[in-house]
């Protein structure tokens, strides 16, 4: 499975940006999608995901209510839209996909939990 992340840029405070986030090499139907971000010097984050029928989506509290993570199947692609954005939103992304079975209900949160990772995106929100 490859994931390919794209859609970082330069924004200012207030603005919105769309990430991507297409799949190749397997059904992408059969994945939970997610998206982390990264600090420099910090562990990645969990910023929101999207279950594999696309069913149910989750936030972090840092931005629920700004972002919004969708899936479009017949694109293969998942999109993280920001909205409102702040200088704090400033880090690398990073999208995520997983199949397999958890046993604990907010898996999704642990950036160990998911398999296959794309290449970072770097989003810059300037104040």
């Known amino acids: 499975v490859q994931l390919q992340a794209s859609g970082g840029g330069l924004v200012q405070a207030g603005g919105s940006l769309r990430l991507s986030c297409t799949v190749s090499?397997?059904?992408?139907?059969?994945?939970?999608m997610g998206w982390f971000r990264q600090y420099p010097g910090k562990e990645r984050e969990f910023v929101a995901a999207?279950?594999?029928?696309?069913?149910?989506?989750y936030y972090a509290d840092s931005v629920k209510g700004r972002f919004t993570i969708s899936r479009h199947s017949a694109q293969n692609t998942v999109y993280l839209q920001m909205n409102s954005q702040k200088p704090e939103d400033t880090a690398l992304y990073y999208c995520?996909?997983?199949?397999?079975?958890?046993?604990?209900?907010?898996?999704?949160?642990?950036?160990?939990?998911?398999?296959?990772w794309g290449q970072g995106t770097q989003v810059t929100v300037s104040s």
């Open positions: 995520a996909a997983e199949a397999r079975l958890h046993s604990f209900t907010t898996w999704y949160q642990r950036s160990d939990e998911w398999i296959y």
């Open positions: 090499g397997h059904t992408f139907g059969a994945y939970a």
């Open positions: 999207i279950r594999a029928d696309g069913s149910r989506t």
